[in-house]
């Protein structure tokens, strides 16, 4: 069977790293979420800083790399901007070793209101995994404040260029609202599996 990536996106609490989690229990899928790079670089250079940024995107890009050579089925979680031309360039770069190979990538997106994500912020599982979102009214001021980007394909903004990739890769929105986490993965994978024949 040929290896799969599945892009997990939405709006930060959303519910991308429980769901991966949750896939990967069910699946031969591996999990790197975003977190994985993020928490060890911000202690020793701080968020947003140029060296920050820079390994931040080569860490991720070099483990991608790497999983694909492996052969491995693999999720990975972001949070993009969908007004933002240059996120899709990102995007590109850090899904270019799976399209490369060949291999099926599919970009499951995850919705859900922010009052909801406000609520989930404060998760035990969230809160364990990304020590930076312990600082609760700085993580809630941090998700209010990240609404001024486009963070889902539903709002009005998104540019050519993301709707453009999104139907080249294969694309399908998740309300997790009302879901439980564990409803939402087994209706990604079964989407998924449908999707790439597995």
């Known amino acids: 069977m040929p290896m799969r990536m599945l892009l997990l996106t939405g709006p930060p609490a959303v519910g991308k790293m429980s769901a991966g989690r949750q896939i990967a229990a069910m699946s031969d899928f591996r999990l790197f979420h975003n977190h994985h790079t993020i928490e060890p670089l911000l202690e020793v250079f701080g968020y947003g800083t140029p060296p920050f940024r820079t390994l931040d995107r080569e860490f991720r890009r070099r483990v991608i790399e790497e999983a694909a050579a492996a052969g491995l089925d693999l999720i990975f979680t972001a949070v993009w901007d969908f007004a933002d031309p240059g996120d899709v360039a990102y995007a590109e770069h850090i899904l270019a070793p799976y399209r490369d190979a060949g291999a099926p990538v599919?970009?499951?997106?995850?919705?859900a209101p922010l009052a909801v994500r406000l609520a989930r912020n404060r998760g035990p599982d969230r809160l364990a995994a990304k020590p930076s979102k312990g600082d609760l009214p700085w993580s809630e001021q941090n998700l209010k404040d990240m609404e001024r980007h486009v963070l889902d394909s539903t709002r009005a903004g998104v540019a050519p260029e993301w709707s453009a990739?999104?139907?080249?890769?294969?694309?399908?929105?998740f309300d997790t609202t009302e879901q439980t986490i564990a409803r939402t993965a087994a209706d990604v994978l079964a989407w998924v599996d449908a999707e790439t024949g597995c």
């Open 106 to 111: 599919r970009v499951a997106e995850l919705l």
């Open 165 to 173: 990739l999104l139907g080249r890769l294969g694309h399908r929105r």
